[in-house]
């Protein structure tokens, strides 16, 4: 699963250890997210939209 | 407190306690590392209390849970394999039968320890740990009070008697090389 939190995350001038503290996980959960290694749980996807502005539907891009 | 401030004090105890554990050896003293487990764990997890960051997330879980599984799969293989083999072999060596009917049933606590916890997070929400540490706690006594009383019970083992070892019951092992007085 696809995702625009680095893009994003970027734009807000956020780092990847900011980002980690304000929604509660570890540095590297971020890290993985990023590289599309990790499907996060429906709370922590909403979390990470809610702190980069967007929406689940924009962050995440869903692969058939 | 900092994670790396917290992972230096969990590793001074890890070595104090194998000092502690190595003592016990030495001074045949069962009770000591039994004690500096249980104030170690104690002091850790007051100490893991107040470390500020976060120590592990929702990937450390399920990572963990996947790990978990595979490695409770390895174990029953190896261990009901080893059993077996173990048993099999139990003319060859007094230990051999001993040796299997620890792997056997160490595996068998560890299937219903599984069986028993994941029977309740099926039911219950995964926050709901009290009642869970409650029911896990209860069935370590259980399993302690058992052991307990097949090792101290005198069945099976050797008895000192008019200076002689005799056997009570059917001990797995030979008779002690210590004298008989």
């Given at each position: 699963?696809?995702?625009?939190?680095?893009e994003l995350r970027i734009k807000l001038n956020i780092t990847q250890?900011?980002?980690?503290?304000?929604?509660?996980?570890?540095?590297?959960?971020?890290?993985?997210?990023?590289?599309?290694?990790?499907?996060?749980?429906?709370?922590?996807?909403?979390?990470?939209?809610?702190?980069?502005?967007?929406?689940?539907?924009?962050?995440?891009?869903?692969?058939? | 407190?900092?994670?790396?401030?917290?992972?230096?004090?969990?590793?001074?105890?890890?070595?104090?306690?194998?000092?502690?554990?190595?003592?016990?050896?030495?001074?045949?003293?069962?009770?000591?590392?039994?004690?500096?487990?249980?104030?170690?764990?104690?002091?850790?997890?007051?100490?893991?209390?107040?470390?500020?960051?976060?120590?592990?997330?929702?990937?450390?879980?399920?990572?963990?849970?996947?790990?978990?599984?595979?490695?409770?799969?390895?174990?029953?293989?190896?261990?009901?394999i080893g059993m077996l083999v173990l048993y099999g072999l139990r003319?060859?060596?007094?230990?051999?039968?001993?040796?299997?009917?620890?792997?056997?049933?160490?595996?068998?606590?560890?299937?219903?320890?599984?069986?028993?916890?994941?029977?309740?997070?099926?039911?219950?929400?995964?926050?709901?740990?009290?009642?869970?540490?409650?029911?896990?706690?209860?069935?370590?006594?259980?399993?302690?009070?058992?052991?307990?009383?097949?090792?101290f019970s005198g069945e099976d083992d050797w008895q000192c008697q008019?200076?002689?070892?005799?056997?009570?019951?059917?001990?797995?092992?030979?008779?002690?090389?210590?004298?008989?007085?």
């Amino acid at each position: 699963m696809h995702n625009h939190i680095k893009e994003l995350r970027i734009k807000l001038n956020i780092t990847q250890d900011q980002l980690a503290q304000r929604v509660n996980v570890r540095r590297e959960t971020i890290v993985f997210l990023e590289q599309g290694k990790y499907n996060p749980s429906l709370k922590l996807a909403y979390l990470v939209a809610k702190e980069l502005g967007t929406s689940l539907d924009k962050l995440f891009l869903f692969e058939d | 407190m900092k994670l790396k401030h917290y992972q230096t004090i969990k590793l001074a105890a890890v070595i104090i306690l194998a000092m502690a554990v190595s003592q016990s050896i030495l001074f045949k003293n069962i009770f000591l590392p039994i004690i500096f487990m249980l104030a170690t764990a104690l002091i850790l997890m007051l100490l893991r209390r107040r470390v500020k960051e976060v120590m592990a997330d929702e990937r450390d879980y399920q990572t963990g849970g996947q790990a978990a599984l595979l490695a409770i799969q390895i174990y029953g293989w190896g261990a009901t394999i080893g059993m077996l083999v173990l048993y099999g072999l139990r003319d060859y060596n007094l230990y051999y039968e001993s040796i299997g009917l620890t792997l056997a049933y160490s595996c068998c606590f560890l299937f219903l320890l599984y069986g028993v916890i994941f029977r309740y997070y099926q039911k219950h929400k995964f926050a709901d740990k009290k009642i869970l540490y409650i029911i896990i706690l209860f069935i370590l006594f259980l399993g302690m009070a058992a052991f307990s009383l097949r090792l101290f019970s005198g069945e099976d083992d050797w008895q000192c008697q008019n200076g002689q070892w005799i056997p009570h019951g059917h001990p797995d092992f030979p008779a002690p090389t210590v004298p008989c007085k």
